[in-house]
T-cell receptor
Framework: NAGVTQTPKFRILKIGQSMTLQCAQD?????MYWYRQDPGMGLKLIYY???????DKGEVPNGYNVSRSTTEDFPLRLELAAPSQTSVYFC????????????FGNGTRLTVT | GESVGLHLPTLSVQEGDNSIINCAYS??????FIWYKQESGKGPQFIID?????DKRQGQRVTVLLNKTVKHLSLQIAATQPGDSAVYFC????????????FGTGTSLTVIP
């Protein structure tokens, strides 16, 4: 049982490039989330999903897109990378919303220059 | 505005002493709270949670106290060890915002051997 797995661990992008951050969980959780963590700030919710085929915006969705074709995978897409997207990105999953804890991956550190 | 915050950004304790980390919240609709530990380069790790119908919950060497009257949450770590050195932050689930979690900025705990 690997939990939540994120790839890659590190990435450097040039402004305007695109990339997909991968996230997979093997706990059969319906709920999955993408957060970003900036220095001195709490985790901010980018997008979340309550099940396969269903996604919704969080607090800071601009510049990102997601899809959820399977229960296990929840990739995050950056289409036109900007320096403001330099951050550490965490994927998380939970058994249910609001009554069970989030389980986090180890993050992807992204730098946009 | 509403926020989840921590009273102290850093805390240093001697090995073997008890540690207390505090968290203030302002949303009276929050009903579920979690403490996370985050080590450098890793994702947040679940420590303990508590629901709003409780005021105390104990785990292995950790205790969470919830005071709903003053909207205050604390994490107590008994017999603090060097391996406890990390950033600790609280998360609150806000019922009135679609069961989304809001995260504090964190307190950095350093254990002095």
């Amino acid at each position: 049982n690997a939990g939540v797995t994120q790839t890659p661990k590190f990435r450097i992008l040039k402004i305007g490039q695109s990339m997909t951050l991968q996230c997979a969980q093997d706990m059969n959780h319906n709920y999955m989330y993408w957060y970003r963590q900036d220095p001195g700030m709490g985790l901010k919710l980018i997008y979340y999903s309550v099940g396969a085929g269903i996604t919704d915006k969080g607090e800071v969705p601009n510049g990102y897109n997601v899809s959820r074709s399977t229960t296990e995978d929840f990739p995050l897409r950056l289409e036109l990378a900007a320096p403001s997207q330099t951050s550490v990105y965490f994927c998380a999953s939970s058994y249910s919303a609001g009554v069970s804890p989030l389980h986090f991956g180890n993050g992807t550190r992204l730098t946009v220059t | 505005g509403e926020s989840v915050g921590l009273h102290l950004p850093t805390l240093s304790v001697q090995e073997g002493d008890n540690s207390i980390i505090n968290c203030a919240y302002s949303n009276s609709a929050s009903d579920y709270f979690i403490w996370y530990k985050q080590e450098s380069g890793k994702g947040p790790q679940f420590i303990i949670d508590i629901r709003s119908n409780m005021d105390k919950r104990q785990g292995q060497r950790v205790t969470v106290l919830l005071n709903k009257t003053v909207k205050h949450l604390s994490l107590q770590i008994a017999a603090t060890q060097p391996g406890d050195s990390a950033v600790y932050f609280c998360a609150e689930n806000r019922l009135n915002t679609g069961n989304q979690f809001y995260f504090g900025t964190g307190t950095s705990l350093t254990v002095i051997p």
